[in-house]
Structure formats: structure tokens, C-alpha cells
């Protein structure tokens, strides 16, 4: 049986039952969170503007706003806002939330019947689970982007496609056409990072928007290839990983762990490359003195591809930053999205601190190893440490009470705390909720009359 007959067997068959306690907690979790990162990010202005092309008169809400679309055109701009902000979950195929959430609510969205809440939680699951495998199967995440291509996007298809075809209702052999047809509507490259460019917040709406087609295309018949992740000309892994597939992930301990509980929660909002950085600059600045003469950063050539540059132009070249997000610690005390508005990017004092930061490329660290990060005080004294595991990882997690005052601080951009408060007691119990599609109506906003972020 090929893999993706298997996968198609995994997705159809698996219930509720099979996802373990800490599994549903996980999933409840990113849910809360993706959401409040996509309310947010409703007033970015990439979905703003994507918004402009849009026919209007669907009946698929826009989250964050008044505003309702086609399931396809909704998949698409609530996945753009749930990455705008950079506050999405990371870890998984790589930023699973913004991917798998839009395409669900999207297909939730168009049944008739009511879907429970533990139907929703594990559709949500699964889709986490094969976006995360079939990123695996390309060698992983480093792999992956060192050949150029964007994961959330590449990977992230396979995840929307997986949890629109169980909302949906597929049977295993329609679940396996969605996988093949995801197999071909793959895409998404890293050369956005050369200038800044706005290219990375669409790619997450773009899988969102091609996952849920997929599904709906196999739902009417059109058959897609049992042969996709196949050794044969035209496989994906043969063609898009071809020196570095491990085709065996793809099926190996289907259930045993889950995918999402590698998964991480971001604390800032920054690129997840920043993070334990930050974690290590604001330790260390309640080591030493009161006045920072120089931040020295240790980073492996992955990491300073990635996010060395210092083009504060615009919110998404800012968040990509490494400097910057040391920066706005120094100055502004924190990450979090207040530290990357406009205002606070031009700050007078942001230039002279930029200025104390310097970045070196450790050839003795691996693409993933932790920055090793040096503080020098106007006394002379310095500190030092080796950047451990970023807060909100699975080994290092944020609280169930900062979790829920991140969704707050972002949920309260667009809507009434009332209103806020009671999405997350809804979503925080989806599990034993009878009918999901109560979530819908919650999910209102105004983010279309407010400014845009930028």
C-alpha cells in the first residue's frame, strides 16, 4: 500500500479516542492561540490588501472582521492574517496553526450537520500531524529551507488538506486523491528574505486556501495520484528532496507520538530563530549593570542567513531581525508586538543600540544550535551564556496563564473582552462542545475600521 494510501487510511480512521489527554490539551491550546494571533493579524496589511481583491458575498466569516467571504477566499485571508504578525505557533510543518486552523473553520463552515467539538479538535490534530510528517519526510526543517523552500508553505498544503478532507467527510480513497492533488499544488520558496519582501504572510493563507480546494475537488470526484510521495518521475519527494527524502517518516509511528506536541508557542513577535536569544539577552540583563556597552551574538551561518539583517523598513523585514528583536529588549523592555510598530522600530534610541550589537558566524555550530550570547556594562563587566531552549517550547512552555493573556492582548485589538472571553471558554473546552460551528459567530470584528499595522 503506497504512503499515501496509508496516510489516507490514518486520516479517515482515527477518532477522538485515539488522542491522548495531553494531545487534546496541546491541540486546545494552539487553537486559542492561532486564533488571537489571526484576530491580531486581521489588522496587518497584507490580509488588509488581499482583502481588496476579494469578491465578496460568501457566507465564510473573516476573522477579526464584519466581513464574510467564499470558503476558498476566507481559507486564504484568515491564513495571511494568522502569519502577519509572526506570533503563529512554529514547530510543526513549520507553522502548522496558520495552515491547518483556516482550512478547518473554512470546511466547518460549510456543513450542514452539526460537527462536534471532538470532531474539530481532531481533524485539527491530524492536520498538524501529516504537515509536520511530510516535512519530515523531505529531511526536515533544516533541510528543507537550506534547498530554498518555505516548509510552511511546501508542507503545510498536505496538513490543510488532511483536516479539510476529515471535516468534509471523505472516505479513504477521496482523502488519498485531496493528498495527491497537494502533492502538485506545493509551492512556496525563501526568496523573499533577500529584500524584505511581503511574500513569506501569504504563503501560510495560500496553503490554507489550496489544502481546503483540494479536499473539495475529491469531495466531487477528480482523482489525484496514489503515487505522489512515490519513488517514480514526478514524486514529490523525488523531485522536491531528492538528495535529502526520508520517505519512511511519512508513515513511522502513525499516532505514537503526535506531531503536535513537538510544537511551540511564541512568546514574541519576532521569526522563532530570534527567541532564545531574547530569553538569554533579558537573563542576562539582570546580571550585570545598569548601562549595556555591547551585545555580542554567536550564531551558526543557518541562523545568521536567516534573520542577521537590519532592514527595520517595514513590520515584516523588522521581525525577521535578530538585531532588532536584541534592540527592542534593550530598549523597549521587551519583543512582544507592542516593541514593533512603526513608532517604536523609529525610536531614536533604537539606532545607537543597533549600534552595541554585533553578530559573528560560529562555524562550530550546527544550522539549529542556540546562539552563544555576550553582554558587556559601561563598568567593564560582562556576562555571558549559551541560548538554551526558547521559552514556549514543549520543554520549556509557556503557562496556561500567559497563553491566555497573549490571546487577550491580541483578541482585545479587534473585539469586545466580553466577546474575547467567550471564544477562548468555548474553544478551551471544544472538546466536550456538541456542535462546533458555535465557534463561527464568535469570531467577529471590526479590524476593517481600525488602522492598519504596520
Known sequence: MSAVMVLAGFIHDTGFADLPPAA???????????LGA?????????????????????????????LRLGARDAALVNGIAAHALELDDSGGCDHSG???????????????????GAELVTAIALGYDVGRRVLEACGGYAAHKGAGWHSTATCGVFGAAATAARLLGLDAAETAAALGHA????????????DSAQTKRLHAGRAAEGGLLVALLAQRGITGSAQAFGDVWGGFLKTIAPTTAEPEALIAGLGDPWKIMRCSIKP???CRGTHSTVDAVSALLGEGGSEVTAVHVRASAFLMNMCGGRDLGTLASAQMSLPYAVAACLVHG??????YGTDRRQDARIAPALGRITLETDPNQADLDDPHVTIRF??????????SIALGAPANPISDRELQAKYRTLAAMVMPARQAEALAELVLALDRCADARMLLPLLTGDAERRPILC
Open 98 to 116: 496558520a495552515v491547518v486552523l483556516p482550512a478547518a473553520l473554512a470546511a466547518l463552515s460549510r456543513s450542514e450537520r452539526a460537527v462536534s
Open 183 to 194: 502533492a502538485s499544488f506545493s509551492g512556496g520558496l525563501w526568496n523573499f528574505i533577500h
Open 38 to 66: 489571526a484576530l491580531a493579524g486581521a489588522l496587518a496589511v497584507e490580509p488588509r490588501q488581499a482583502l481588496q481583491i476579494m469578491d465578496g458575498g460568501g457566507d465564510v466569516q473573516v476573522w477579526g472582521t464584519g
Open 268 to 270: 514574541y513577535a519576532s
Open 24 to 34: 487534546v490539551k496541546k491541540t486546545l491550546d494552539h487553537t486559542l492561540d492561532t
Open 378 to 387: 559601561a563598568d567593564g563587566s560582562t556576562v555571558s551564556r549559551q541560548a
Open 334 to 339: 521587551s519583543a512582544g508586538i507592542d516593541a
